[in-house]
Every structure is written in C-alpha cells, then in structure tokens.
C-alpha cells in the first residue's frame, strides 16, 4: 500500500509560486515527510523534510497539516530548471527511502 | 563543493558478463546508498553501507554484490548480466548521523545488449 499519494502531473508558469500537494492520510506520529525530486536523468536531489512543523530552506518550504495528513511543497518562485519529478516520501526512521510515482512538474515560460 | 562521483558514466556489456560499478561518496560521507532505476521507472534500494559494513539491504539481486572500502569508496559488483539489469545506477552518501538528507551521484547509465 501506497503510503503517499501525489497528483500525477501539474504546471506552473515560470516566476510563480508552484505548491505540489501530498496526501499521507495513515502517517504515524513518528514518520518523517521527506521531499526529493529528480531533474531528467540526473540523481534524486534533497529538497527539504518536516515532522510537524512546518519548515523553510533556501530552495522550497513545507508546510504540514495540524493533523499531518497531507503536506504542501512550495517553490516560491518556480524556474524553468525546477522542471523535475517530485517525490513526497513518508518514512520511520530506520527504514529506506521507496521513490514513486511522484508528481512530474512542468514548469512553462 | 566536492559531489559523489560515480565511474564510469557509461557502460555497455553483454548477456553474461560481469560489472563492476564504482562510487567515491562526498568527503567525510560514512554511509553509501545504491539505487538501481529501470527505464521510465523510480529509483528502486538495492543496498547501502555504514562504516564499510552493509547496514540495510534492499531488491538487490543475488547476482549483485557491494561492498564499502578503506577509503570510503564503494563498488558494485554484478555478474551473469540479463537484459533487464539495464538501468542507471544511482549511488549517493551520507553522513550516519542524517541518512535521510543524501546527495546522490550523476549516475551510470548501464546498457546490457
């Protein structure tokens, strides 16, 4: 069972603010969420995680749900090289990361 | 700042050959991760390593073995090559103390004809 769902695809025009969406509806009080994505055909690139609050980095900020059951990824302002796949991952630590299917973004000028 | 650098980039192999992958992770990374990604599909765990001893293992098949060195580098080894071993290989590092913020390499890309 899928522990994250993520919408498929999205666009976002080039200067504005791209907010990818993840659903984790069964996390438990002690699972991370860790966002990653992967540019074409280059390795998978940290992004940012949170527990509960919300949290802020130079690249993007999360923002989870009072209940953690969903969270919002945001580049605030979206460039055409933020073209990418983006995983939403829920995890234990102690356990692996498991990527897929994420959200393909695109990022259009 | 120095990345994790993976050789070669490119391989080409036939059925029933062997390979060997090489990863040199990011100065002062303890931990090495491999991942193994199928056309058009996610990266996929194979195996990782913490101090030169393996500390989780993953989908890897038991053609494939791994192994951390001295110096920290990490080889994958795989043997009997099938077509369907075709795939980028991903390895990426840590620090032990933050598994979960890893920085991956650029990848090689293994094609077994």
């Known amino acids: 069972d899928a522990k994250t769902t993520q919408p498929p695809s999205m666009d976002c025009a080039e200067g504005r603010a791209a907010n990818l969406p993840c659903n984790h509806s069964t996390i438990s009080g002690n699972e991370y969420v860790y966002w990653y994505r992967q540019i074409h055909s280059q390795g998978p690139q940290y992004i940012i995680h949170g527990l509960k609050n919300n949290e802020t980095n130079e690249m993007a900020s999360l923002i989870i749900t009072e209940d953690r059951k969903s969270s919002t990824l945001i580049l605030p302002h979206a460039t055409l090289r933020d073209t990418a796949v983006y995983y939403c991952i829920v995890l234990l630590y102690g356990q692996n990361f498991v990527f897929g299917p994420g959200t393909r973004l695109s990022v259009l000028p | 700042a120095a990345g994790v650098i993976q050789s070669p980039r490119h391989l080409i192999k036939e059925k029933r050959e062997t390979a060997t992958l090489k990863c040199y992770p990011i100065?002062?990374?303890?931990?090495v991760y491999w991942y193994q990604q199928g056309p058009g599909q996610d990266p996929q765990f194979l195996i990782s390593?913490?101090?030169?001893?393996?500390?989780d293992k993953g989908s890897i098949p038991d053609r494939f073995s791994a192994q951390q060195f001295s110096d920290y580098h990490s080889e994958l080894n795989m043997s009997s090559l099938e077509l369907g071993d075709s795939a980028l290989y991903f390895c990426?590092?840590?620090?032990?103390?933050?598994?979960?913020?890893?920085?991956f390499g650029p990848g090689t890309r293994l094609t077994v004809t």
């Open positions: 100065p002062r990374h303890d931990t």
């Open positions: 990426a590092s840590s620090l032990s103390l933050n598994p979960y913020e890893q920085y």
């Open positions: 390593f913490y101090e030169k001893m393996q500390s």
